[in-house]
């Protein structure tokens, strides 16, 4: 007797990111990298104190807390072959770090003044340009909501809307698609207002002229990617945890569908 299942049974093995690997190739080493081997050796002789051989000093760690990420997110394309918006996006980030970086740091040594604000306004500028972008797509053929929240891997939408189609609410519908649209497009503005004063509260008092001013930089960066995780990453959680909640009170209200009937099965 044949046991074998048949060919469209067959597990497929799975493309999908994994979620923990992701969080210590982005967050957890980058900030373990820039907090312990930032220091520079021959700084650390100088000031009488014994440098370790972990100690690399500023450079040759912020080359490396931004070669891991980006060297992830390349091997994750090229294993795939597709794009993965979130890992696209942190890539985007570590690229612009790395470029600012560049600019921020003096040849002396030093760093500019206006490190602490460029700095912020980089961190807010992605999440903010995502609040527009998911806004002003809700009228496009591809609305972002659709792409995030409310896809056919959660939702049963061809049976939400024929069941639309079938009581005539089409109008009602779009304004429970948009009033989502708005609180996720929230989500991603509240990021970038607490991304921007998370920056600044870790470069008060940041002396740009010190003479280890680089490894104190490193230091900054590591603690705001470490610490925004946390600070930002669990609001907006539960900010979309709210939104989808919201969705689902709408949808029920317009179609009369169950949770179970609006949802697939996981």
Not at 181 to 189: K, V
Not at 238 to 265: H, Y
Request: charged content about 15%; overall charge positive.
């Amino acid at each position: 007797m044949d046991t074998k299942k048949p060919a469209n049974q067959v597990k497929k093995p799975s493309n999908q990111e994994h979620p923990l690997a992701n969080i210590l190739i982005n967050v957890i080493v980058p900030v373990l990298v820039l907090s312990f081997l930032s220091k520079d050796p021959a700084l650390q002789e100088l000031l009488g104190k014994t440098a370790k051989p972990w100690h690399l000093g500023p450079v040759k760690a912020i080359i490396i807390a931004l070669a891991l990420p980006i060297g992830y997110g390349i091997w994750f394309f090229a294993k795939t072959r597709k794009p993965n918006f979130f890992s696209g996006l942190g890539l985007v980030s570590v690229v612009l770090t790395g470029a600012l970086t560049l600019y921020l740091w003096n040849q002396n040594g030093t760093v500019k003044p206006n490190a602490g604000l460029l700095f912020g306004i980089k961190e807010a500028m992605i999440p903010l340009v995502l609040c527009v972008a998911i806004l002003w797509s809700h009228r496009s053929a591809s609305p972002l909501i659709r792409v995030f929240l409310y896809n056919d891997s959660i939702f049963d939408i061809p049976k939400i809307e024929a069941r639309v189609a079938e009581l005539g609410v089409a109008v009602d519908y779009d304004k429970v698609l948009l009033g989502a649209t708005r609180l996720f497009a929230a989500s991603f503005f509240i990021s970038s207002v607490l991304n921007l004063i998370v920056a600044q509260w870790f470069f008060h008092g940041f002396d740009a002229t010190a003479r280890d001013a680089l490894e104190v930089y490193n230091g900054i960066v590591g603690k705001i990617t470490g610490w925004g995780f946390a600070i930002i990453g669990v609001p907006i959680l539960v900010f979309l945890f709210f939104t989808l909640m919201r969705l689902l009170a709408g949808l029920r209200r317009i179609t009369g569908l169950k949770d179970n009937e609006l949802m697939l099965p996981r």
